[in-house]
């Protein structure tokens, strides 16, 4: 405690860091503030039966988590800045299909510019699709005809599109702000703060729960954060998890001879490859895709079929939603690893540096090389990361875990939130570190990170 203490004094005492840590609280606080704004025109003590909608988890709860709440409160952040993250995916994966857009990768700070644009852009127009569909959802959620002050009229439905879009772009300039100016990871910190905004009303539904059973509750609530604990810290080791390829670069070598053997330091270098490389996004295109089963179902109307996958894929905690889920990470995982790790281009980089692998020929060998590394580690990965997505399921069903808290033990809200901390630790080390003092993580700096 008094490390800490000791630690808080010295961040307390570079200016420019505290002022971004103040900067960045002071914006999230703006964040949480709009998400209570209800939208103009609603009622918002009519919103007692829509936001028990999402008490109990589900694919509603999920959605409201990612915006902290502002979906269930109809507020004016209800898209949250998850049209934004849709829109960056897509122009990502399209990065991979379309010419104009590879060319902006390679053209450096006027091409990455020019590519915040296009997503921004692509972000509004998601918007505009976005709002009326959430508009005219409100009914069919819960939400009672009296709880539209003015009715649904045209002038109540465009005034709303509007308010909502510019939800979205405003929490999008946070975001921006706080990367720029603040500590860093602004899109992901309003997503983070979002999803912990839900944790104490989640936990204290479980304790109630767990309290109001007759014999063992407060032993079931030691051991379900003994189990967290354990989850948190393998999520851990999944994010930092990296498998070091040496290098060695021929040009350095004769240069550097005689002041490595002076120094006792070896010229030999590494290539970090992450177990997990494609990080949350394996599983939230697999949570997009989840809906397909339940839509298709309503296209078999009554029958059996129909039924069958309405009645199995509705429930995010049944067997048949997470055993298509997992398989749905694991294809995504080697998929978004795919297009993301280019070996090729890392083997191209490092013959142009006049670096090699030991044993290994520059060129077409090395990259084929990096590619079955990044397949073999890949796998396990994959599996891990399917794991953590489905454990939320095997809580709720083996030990009657109340579903809201069960959604923290797993999935893309728990990797969100230790990824983001991750970053904002080393964000906060790099600031120390550059100022002589100790990191927040012993030995000062987290660069030591797993290996495999």
């Given at each position: 405690?008094?490390?800490?203490?000791?630690?808080?004094?010295?961040?307390?005492?570079?200016?420019?860091?505290?002022?971004?840590?103040?900067?960045?609280?002071?914006?999230?606080?703006?964040?949480?503030?709009?998400?209570?704004?209800?939208?103009?025109?609603?009622?918002?003590?009519?919103?007692?039966?829509?936001?028990?909608?999402?008490?109990?988890?589900?694919?509603?709860?999920?959605?409201?988590?990612?915006?902290?709440?502002?979906?269930?409160?109809?507020?004016?952040?209800?898209?949250?800045?998850?049209?934004?993250?849709?829109?960056?995916?897509?122009?990502?994966?399209?990065?991979?299909?379309?010419?104009?857009?590879?060319?902006?990768?390679?053209?450096?700070?006027?091409?990455?510019?020019?590519?915040?644009?296009?997503?921004?852009?692509?972000?509004?127009?998601?918007?505009?699709?976005?709002?009326?569909?959430?508009?005219?959802?409100?009914?069919?959620?819960?939400?009672?005809?009296?709880?539209?002050?003015?009715?649904?009229?045209?002038?109540?439905?465009?005034?709303?599109?509007?308010?909502?879009?510019?939800?979205?772009?405003?929490?999008?300039?946070?975001?921006?702000?706080?990367?720029?100016?603040?500590?860093?990871?602004?899109?992901?910190?309003?997503?983070?703060?979002?999803?912990?905004?839900?944790?104490?009303?989640?936990?204290?539904?479980?304790?109630?729960?767990?309290?109001?059973?007759?014999?063992?509750?407060?032993?079931?609530?030691?051991?379900?954060?003994?189990?967290?604990?354990?989850?948190?810290?393998?999520?851990?080791?999944?994010?930092?998890?990296?498998?070091?390829?040496?290098?060695?670069?021929?040009?350095?070598?004769?240069?550097?001879?005689?002041?490595?053997?002076?120094?006792?330091?070896?010229?030999?270098?590494?290539?970090?490859?992450?177990?997990?490389?494609?990080?949350?996004?394996?599983?939230?295109?697999?949570?997009?895709?989840?809906?397909?089963?339940?839509?298709?179902?309503?296209?078999?109307?009554?029958?059996?079929?129909?039924?069958?996958?309405?009645?199995?894929?509705?429930?995010?905690?049944?067997?048949?939603?997470?055993?298509?889920?997992?398989?749905?990470?694991?294809?995504?995982?080697?998929?978004?690893?795919?297009?993301?790790?280019?070996?090729?281009?890392?083997?191209?980089?490092?013959?142009?540096?006049?670096?090699?692998?030991?044993?290994?020929?520059?060129?077409?060998?090395?990259?084929?090389?990096?590619?079955?590394?990044?397949?073999?580690?890949?796998?396990?990965?994959?599996?891990?990361?399917?794991?953590?997505?489905?454990?939320?399921?095997?809580?709720?069903?083996?030990?009657?875990m109340q579903q809201g808290w069960a959604?923290?033990?797993?999935?893309?809200?728990?990797?969100?939130?230790?990824?983001?901390?991750?970053?904002?630790?080393?964000?906060?080390?790099?600031?120390?570190?550059?100022?002589?003092?100790?990191g927040l993580m012993k030995s000062g700096?987290?660069?030591?990170?797993?290996?495999?």
């Open positions: 405690m008094n490390k800490f203490i000791d630690i808080v004094k010295k961040i307390l005492k570079i200016k420019e860091l505290k002022n971004r840590i103040l900067f960045t609280l002071g914006l999230l606080l703006v964040y949480r503030l709009g998400a209570q704004i209800v939208l103009p025109g609603i009622d918002s003590l009519e919103l007692t039966a829509f936001n028990s909608r999402f008490d109990g988890g589900g694919l509603l709860g999920i959605l409201n988590a990612f915006t902290g709440g502002a979906f269930g409160n109809a507020s004016v952040f209800a898209l949250g800045i998850m049209p934004y993250i849709s829109a960056s995916i897509v122009v990502q994966l399209m990065g991979v299909a379309l010419p104009y857009l590879q060319k902006l990768q390679k053209e450096g700070e006027s091409g990455r510019k020019k590519i915040t644009q296009i997503t921004r852009w692509l972000t509004i127009f998601i918007c505009i699709i976005q709002a009326p569909a959430y508009l005219y959802s409100l009914t069919a959620l819960g939400v009672p005809e009296s709880a539209f002050i003015f009715g649904r009229s045209p002038i109540f439905l465009i005034s709303a599109v509007i308010i909502l879009v510019t939800g979205t772009v405003f929490a999008m300039w946070l975001g921006e702000k706080i990367t720029d100016k603040g500590i860093g990871n602004g899109i992901s910190l309003l997503i983070t703060v979002g999803i912990v905004a839900s944790l104490p009303l989640s936990f204290t539904q479980n304790l109630i729960s767990r309290i109001s059973q007759s014999n063992g509750g407060l032993i079931m609530v030691v051991i379900e954060l003994a189990v967290w604990l354990i989850i948190i810290i393998l999520s851990i080791l999944l994010v930092m998890a990296v498998r070091q390829i040496p290098v060695q670069y021929a040009r350095r070598n004769s240069i550097s001879s005689n002041a490595q053997s002076n120094t006792g330091m070896s010229s030999r270098q590494y290539i970090p490859l992450k177990l997990n490389s494609s990080g949350v996004m394996p599983i939230i295109f697999a949570q997009a895709l989840m809906f397909a089963p339940v839509t298709i179902g309503g296209f078999f109307g009554s029958t059996n079929f129909g039924q069958w996958l309405q009645a199995n894929f509705s429930d995010i905690f049944g067997l048949w939603y997470n055993v298509l889920f997992g398989l749905l990470c694991i294809i995504f995982t080697f998929f978004y690893t795919a297009i993301t790790v280019p070996t090729n281009k890392m083997s191209d980089d490092l013959k142009r540096s006049g670096g090699f692998v030991p044993g290994i020929r520059p060129g077409n060998e090395t990259a084929e090389y990096l590619d079955s590394v990044m397949s073999y580690i890949t796998f396990p990965g994959s599996l891990y990361l399917a794991a953590i997505a489905v454990f939320p399921a095997i809580v709720v069903q083996l030990i009657g959604l923290f033990y797993g999935g893309t809200s728990l990797l969100i939130m230790v990824g983001v901390a991750i970053d904002t630790i080393q964000q906060v080390n790099a600031y120390l570190l550059n100022h002589h003092y100790d700096s987290m660069r030591n990170k797993p290996q495999i």
